[in-house]
Nanobody, 114 residues
Framework: QVQFVESGGGLVQPGGSLRLSCAAS????????MGWYRQAPGKQREVVAR???????NYLESVKDRFTISRDNAKNTMYLQMNSLKPEDTAVYYC????????WGQGIQVTVSS
């Protein structure tokens, strides 16, 4: 069993930055694939960024070069650094880890608006 606590969301102006954190209740990010998903109003949930246990990453094309996924295994924490934010980035963001079962965070709101 794994539980996540997400933090770092909020309201930001276009062009601004936010850093999302996902703290796990036990050490998992060194052994499981992990990632960030988002769901905007009226849209399907989509994967934003993924990091595999070996450290390889991939990104949704629309966030490539703006977002960076990272982890700190000692702190059992995963991050999503979001720069140059756009209104279309507005969504609820969820952290995820794949293991014996799928583990999901509760979701955190990111709103990009003037």
């Amino acid at each position: 069993q794994v539980q996540f606590v997400e933090s770092g969301g909020g309201l930001v102006q276009p062009g601004g930055s936010l850093r999302l954190s996902c703290a796990a209740s036990r050490s998992i990010f060194s052994i499981y694939a992990m990632g960030w998903y988002r769901q905007a109003p009226g849209k399907q949930r989509e994967v934003v960024a993924r990091m595999f246990s070996g450290g390889a990453t991939n990104y949704l094309e629309s966030v490539k070069d703006r977002f960076t996924i990272s982890r700190d295994n000692a702190k059992n924490t995963m991050y999503l650094q979001m720069n140059s934010l756009k209104p279309e980035d507005t969504a609820v963001y969820y952290c995820y880890a794949g293991g014996p079962t799928a583990y999901w965070g509760q979701g955190i709101q990111v709103t990009v608006s003037s």
